[in-house]
Nanobody, 118 residues
């Protein structure tokens, strides 16, 4: 079954940390780029970070220096470590990937809620 399953969201105070996980199945994980997106209420979905098959990471300016994306190819899992969280980080976070390597992003997880209180 082709799917992405996120976990690790929750409620945290400003300045706190959370780690999101995304377990992939049905795709060739090790040669696929993986990404995290988020969508806040009333806003468009935005790219938070992505990581290439070789481990190169890129971040949105709003999270650079606070968030870290990583991957464990042995576990078919991608992570998003979120530190120094701010209320504006509150959103539903989605894991995403292309079904085919080097293809467009077309596979999404169900999303996990992250709420940061002030």
């Amino acid at each position: 079954q082709v799917q992405l399953v996120e976990s690790g969201g929750g409620l945290v105070q400003a300045g706190g940390s959370l780690r999101l996980s995304c377990a992939a199945s049905g795709i060739t994980f090790s040669i696929n780029r993986m990404a995290w997106y988020r969508q806040a209420p009333g806003k468009q979905r935005e790219l938070v970070a992505f990581i290439t098959s070789t481990g190169t990471a890129n971040y949105a300016d709003s999270v650079n220096g606070r968030f870290t994306i990583s991957r464990d190819n042995a576990k078919n899992t991608v992570y998003l470590q979120m530190n120094s969280l701010k209320p504006e980080d509150t959103a539903v976070y989605y894991c995403a990937a292309p079904r085919k390597p080097r293809g467009n992003i077309d596979l999404w997880g169900q999303g996990t809620q992250v709420t940061v209180s002030s």
